[in-house]
């Protein structure tokens, strides 16, 4: 298998993997892994219109959707009216992605506290039937949130 081959398994691999991830649609998934696997500085509006070859206004849509979503920016060149797409700075992208996960484990954390609270005012068999797992999940979840956090401050003294 030669690089180009082995280059097109890896982008519909990781257009598969983001597209799960983040949610994201097929298109705006295949483009954002070209834009990871790019040996090129950043890709034009053409650039990507060839490589995914499908229509102007899908590529432009799926562009402006990752633009949204910050994970991709742009620039232009001196003398040149194009726009460049690059993913965004990986630390920046990552710390999205990590205050993402610490925003959803604290969330998990709030409405177990709630659902075990409400058990054990009003569904004490409940609550005790409960209570070993309960902590031993909230604990990870605890600890899931500090390391999320630590990994976030590190990241942005990397900045």
């Given amino acids: ?3 180009e081959e082995s280059k097109q398994i890896l982008i519909e691999e990781l257009g598969i993997h983001f597209e799960n991830e983040y949610s994201l649609p097929p298109l705006a998934a295949r483009i954002f892994a070209n834009l990871v696997i790019t040996d090129e500085v950043g890709l034009t509006f053409d650039d990507c219109l060839t490589k995914r070859g499908a229509s102007k206004s899908s590529i432009s849509t799926s562009l402006n959707l990752l633009l949204q979503l ?3 920016t742009y620039f232009t060149k001196s003398g040149d009216r194009r726009r460049y797409f690059k993913i965004a700075d990986k630390s920046t992208f990552f710390i999205k992605k990590l205050e993402q996960a610490l925003k959803k484990a604290a969330n998990e954390s709030k409405m177990i506290q709630k659902v075990t609270s409400y058990n054990q005012k009003y569904n004490p068999e409940k609550y005790i039937s409960n209570k070993e797992k309960t902590e031993t999940y909230m604990g990870c979840l605890n600890k899931n949130e500090k ?8 990241l ?3 900045i």
Wanted: net charge positive; no cysteine; hydrophobic share 35%.
């Fill in 70 to 72: 910050g994970m991709i």
């Fill in 1 to 3: 298998m030669n690089k």
């Fill in 147 to 154: 390391t999320y956090q630590e990994t976030i401050e590190a």
């Fill in 156 to 158: 942005k003294k990397l």
